[in-house]
């Protein structure tokens, strides 16, 4: 794929990723319109109600932004307004500064082609499962929630509501969780769609952390998408972790703001 294809399916999938499980919840409320996207999961959590797709039109864009914010601001409710390469990076942030959001660090939009061998060993004693059942969401949602600053509940909260969706035959998440013995300690998110598989949620518990747990998981999944015919891979991850993954393959194709 050229850089113009994989963006495209990259915000595709990411987009159709924000609002997956908001879906099955029955206290989110989601405006998907073609030229900006809102997903409210009704939680009090940074990560889970995101603005964003945003391709608005220059005369309407200031009332659009001053209400989608205004939405979560309202009911003291945190929310992430993500700008891509195709929608709204380079061109929103003036308006969304003027409203007081910032931006701590952009991070990488960076791709693998899965057309070779997926370099990199796994650690030994270290069992990956794909989640299948209610008890492995759980442990997925109870190790992302210990890798928050403070813990958030909320996630907690959020998976417990969705987790039929999760585990559901032809979902396109993806949750894998890592367990050394019996104690799960390190989980990733995936989203299979548009003809890639992103890569969002991966993190270990900090007792765990330089045992290359996380990095496990991702190998693990990119072979196993790999196997089933996937072609492309896609991550984000700030300038820090970008060495990291060009090891394994992947190679940056943009940038990407994350606003709150």
């Known amino acids: 794929m050229d850089r113009a294809t994989i963006l495209k399916a990259f915000e ?21 319109s073609p030229d900006l996207l809102v997903v409210d999961s ?13 391709t608005l039109h220059p005369r309407f864009a200031t009332d659009r932004i001053e209400a989608a914010v205004k939405r979560f601001r309202a009911k003291s409710s ?5 700008l891509g390469p195709l929608s709204g990076h380079g061109t929103t942030e003036p308006a969304l500064k003027d409203l007081g959001l910032a931006c701590p660090e952009e991070e ?22 794909r989640v299948a059942t209610t008890a492995q969401v759980e442990h997925f949602a109870d190790v992302l929630a210990a890798t928050t600053t403070p813990p958030d509940e909320n996630i907690k909260t959020f998976f417990a509501d969705t987790k039929e969706a999760v585990i559901a035959p032809a979902s ?27 890569f969002y ?6 007792s765990t952390r330089g045992k290359g747990y996380a990095a496990a998981l991702l190998i693990n999944a990119l072979r196993e998408a790999k196997k089933v015919g996937v072609r492309l891979a896609c991550l984000q991850t700030p300038e820090a972790g970008r060495a990291l ?10 940038r990407i703001a994350a606003y709150s």
């Open 12 to 32: 595709a999938n990411l987009w159709d990723r924000a609002s997956f499980l908001a879906k099955s919840r029955k206290d989110a409320e989601i405006q998907d």
């Open 42 to 54: 009704g939680l009090p959590a940074k990560s889970l109600n995101t603005i964003g797709r945003s």
């Open 78 to 82: 945190p929310f992430t307004w993500i």
């Open 108 to 129: 990488w939009i960076m791709a693998m082609q899965l057309d070779g061998a997926v370099p990199g060993n796994l650690p030994s004693g270290f069992d990956i499962k």
């Open 172 to 198: 396109p998440l993806r949750l894998y969780v890592g367990y050394s013995g019996a104690e799960p300690v390190a989980v990733l998110e995936a989203f299979n769609a548009h003809s890639i598989i992103s």
């Open 201 to 206: 949620a991966m993190a270990a518990l900090a």
């Open 245 to 254: 993954y060009e090891r394994i393959g992947f190679k940056p194709v943009g």
